[in-house]
């Protein structure tokens, strides 16, 4: 029978910095996405689909996330992650290497609660199984991004979500 409605919560978290290279974040309470002193930092997402029946079709779905800082105005970008990585040991020399970005959200609204993107497509090729899924990398867009711009969201260790 169909599922109307599946609300998923993250099975792993975990940001990176440039400037502390080898340090892990997978239990921190808080996902860091911008660039500060002329470091960047990039967070890792992922989901347990297994609940979702292979070859379901997807008619909706979001990755919300709850802002904690609402300072901050930048392209971020959603991109696929292209291999499996832990919460436990990824850091910003081993990160997992991080595929296309079919998403991004520009210029996440200041004064919000969360950031919204639509994310249906992706899901309905994890869920064909027609690509793997190792979650989602977000990171900002480069060449607009001023230096002291970041946004830092709750992680699954964080009891804000």
């Known amino acids: 029978s169909p599922l109307t409605a599946v609300i998923l919560q993250a099975t792993q978290d975990a940001d990176v910095a440039e400037f502390i290279p080898d340090n892990n974040n997978g239990d921190s309470y808080w996902l860091s996405v911008g660039r500060t002193f002329d470091s960047y930092y990039f967070?890792?997402?992922?989901f347990n689909l297994s609940t979702i029946p292979l070859?379901?079709?997807?008619?909706?779905?979001?990755?919300?996330?709850r802002r904690d800082t609402k300072e901050g105005s930048f392209e971020?970008?959603?991109?696929?992650?292209?291999?499996?990585?832990?919460?436990?040991?990824?850091?910003?020399?081993?990160?997992?290497?991080?595929?296309t970005f079919p998403f991004s959200i520009s210029n996440p609204t200041l004064g919000s609660d969360s950031v919204i993107i639509n994310v249906k497509e992706l899901v309905n090729e994890w869920v064909s199984g027609n690509?793997?899924?190792?979650?989602?990398?977000?990171?900002?867009?480069?060449?607009?991004?001023?230096?002291?711009?970041?946004?830092?969201?709750?992680?699954?260790?964080n009891s804000k979500i």
């Open 43 to 46: 967070s890792y997402i992922q």
């Open 76 to 99: 971020m970008i959603v991109r696929t992650v292209g291999e499996a990585w832990s919460e436990n040991t990824i850091t910003w020399n081993n990160a997992a290497i991080s595929a």
């Open 131 to 157: 690509r793997p899924n190792y979650g989602f990398s977000l990171s900002v867009n480069p060449t607009v991004i001023p230096d002291g711009n970041a946004v830092i969201f709750a992680s699954r260790n």
């Open 55 to 65: 070859g379901s079709t997807i008619d909706n779905a979001e990755l919300i996330m």
